[in-house]
């Protein structure tokens, strides 16, 4: 047998993964199917028309977008529950696979193969709840919304830029928070989705007070003092998105790392 | 084939360790009996062996590979029958489907074999299956995968007395000079008459590292209701009915069974003696 990297093993090793979980999967994406259709109908109900600013109903379809963004980060929470506790640990170590083909599949089940599940989902709740109400589905409204408002916007005929770029923003944050549960479920993987929205949330709470506060003044006076005129606003823009992305990617490589040093029995998994 | 040199374990968090300088050979054919006490450190050694745990100092080779990296080509030649073990809730065919293309030398007819001695079904639901049953299904896999190495931690827990003795009997059947089989249990009955080799643990090390012929050639175990015969035997124990008595085996002395559990005792009162066998 050889021990490079195989695809024809991660083949193998997610059509047994999908097979052995087959039951649990399907009530996962039942569960975000059902939650996402629940919000479509609520949303239907109150508004109609999407290119309302005032009404209720844009708020509302930004839900279903927080409800997207939510169900990738359970994904990516899920990506290592193969591994939760001591016998599963064992059946999946234990496979005769390399650590990088059980990583990838992983990574492909919950956070490729996840991802089109959850955008499928919310196609589907928008198109079946479109179909009850006589309305054209969201994503189409949506779409056509988008493309007429980035139309009128000609800041010097960048209007494509600028549409490329919030594109590449939306992707890029959600692949960062994707990244950023699935590291955590690579250091906790029993119930990570918790743990690691604690250790965010504390975060985002006590990092502000770590940053020196004459560092945080410099700061607040460079940017008031910096001539914009002379920046390339759109080197800074995508430089800005490039960092998501780069940041992305250490996230991922850093769940790796972990994944690739597990043992039975360590730290975080005292199971 | 199986080299265990100056390994030292201990669990994270803690500085005591569980195996600490154990030095050991496992050489291809047999069945090996990993016996011990309660908490002597039999799984644990059993993990190092398969590459769940990496030792902190020394190292666990496997055919000259290191197992804490467990290599695909390590993992299709070891298998590991757990105590606790996890099958998903599908039907014995698919699990097999889904299972057997990760180990090359997998043999159907041999695991409808294993399964008939069990007395399973091959058409059975893993779902639906006691916990005795799941680990019948679970080691008849495991013997059909064809490993080199098969470990098995406490394999006869959670089986009924019929089971035990169809355990013993499908362990022995599937038994080739190629292939060595580790067992680790506290539940020495179960082995008598299976083993080839016994290997008793404490938490210092090996008590005893022996072949049962070895043990066979220079003791005798023997169960007497005559208190007169305790005089000047190695090691005694009074049991409801008598004692047990271990002796050396003298010339013309017919050959007896080795009793594990008269052993593991003595191994402990006498270690002297265990290790000169």
Known sequence: MIDKFSWSRVWFLIRRYFNENFRQLSMTIGVIFGIMLFFAITINKSCSDFADFSSVGFGLWLILFAIIGFSLTVSGSLTFSSTATKPKRIVAMMVPASKAEKFVSLLLIYNCFGTLTIVLCAFLADALTSLMFLHSPFFVQFFSFFSEVMGK?????????????????VCGSLICSMATYTLGSSLWPKKSFLKTFCVMFAIQVFLPLFIPTDLAMRLIHWIAETN?????????????IALIYIFSGLLYWLAWRRY???????????? | MLNLEHVSYSYPGSFKPVVSDFSMEIRPGGIYGLLGANGSGKSTLLYLMS???RPASGSVTFNGQETFKRLPSTLTDVFLVPEEIDLPAVKLDKYVALNAPFYENFNRDEMNRYLEHFRL???IHLGRLSMGQRKKAFVAFALACNTSLLLMDEPTNGLDIPGKAEFRRTIVSAMRDDRTIIISTHQVR??????????????????????????????VF????DPEEINGALWSMPVP????VVRFRGEGVEETDVNLESLFELSFSNPQLTNAL
């Open chain 1, 153 to 169: 916007i000609k800041v010097e005929d960048y209007g494509l830029e600028i549409f490329f770029a919030i594109i590449s923003l």
């Open chain 2, 121 to 123: 079904d091959p058409d």
């Open chain 2, 241 to 244: 009915g008598g004692y047990n």
């Open chain 2, 51 to 53: 590459g769940l745990l």
């Open chain 2, 190 to 219: 179960d082995l008598e008459r299976v083993l080839d080799h016994v290997a008793i643990i404490d938490k210092n090390g090996v008590v005893l590292n022996a072949s049962i012929a070895a043990i066979q050639e220079r003791l």
């Open chain 1, 260 to 271: 690739r040093s597990t043992q039975l029995i360590q730290k975080f998994m005292m199971d």
């Open chain 1, 228 to 240: 914009f005129d002379n920046v390339n606003i759109h080197l800074l823009a995508w430089g800005g």
């Open chain 2, 222 to 225: 023997r169960f007497t209701t």
